[in-house]
């Protein structure tokens, strides 16, 4: 990869008006909040950050602890992106949800960082002991498709989205599997 421009950092104190910015912006574009454990569903930074707890309650016995970090340019210390690792599937996420989830602010696509997010997580995957991990797209979010498989995804199926996770009237989800060895 060329020289990176951004760091995944956790979500701190430092970043909250970034990030309640990201949240109002996201909304505003009518996105959805995928790889932001729930940021659409909080009141506050505060809230959000109490993810342990505040999922728990959420996903009940369905919860998969999950790793929350926030994509920053180095240049300037702004977060465009948000990026989640959950570190087992549940059933729902193996059919459904698989072990990363990622969104970049709407003012920051196409510029490469939706690719490079990812790839900085596989990094962190590969140096805990992963070798394989599951990303999963909606079929008609042909941008997802291509930073997944450039990213070394390979399509193992398609799978109907019986529970409302895609915007598109298909609602084909698209199942990714991703070797890091």
Known sequence: MSKA??????????????????????????????????????????????????????????????????????????????????????????KFGGNIGYSVRPSERRKGYAKEMLGLLLERCSEAGTDRVLVCCDKENEVSAKTIISNGGVLENEVTDTVGLTQSEEGIIQRYWIDLF
Do not use: H
């Open 5 to 94: 421009r951004l760091e995944l950092v956790p979500p701190t104190e430092k970043y909250e008006s970034q990030v309640m910015s990201f949240k109002t912006e996201m909304l505003d574009s009518g996105d959805d909040f995928d790889g932001c454990a729930g940021l659409e569903n909080t009141e506050s930074y505060g809230e959000w950050l109490n993810f342990e707890e505040r999922l728990k309650k959420m996903y009940g016995d369905g919860y998969v602890p999950s790793e929350v970090y926030l994509a920053v340019r180095k240049s300037d210390g702004a977060v465009v992106g948000i990026i989640d690792y959950r570190t087992r599937l549940s059933d729902f996420l193996l």
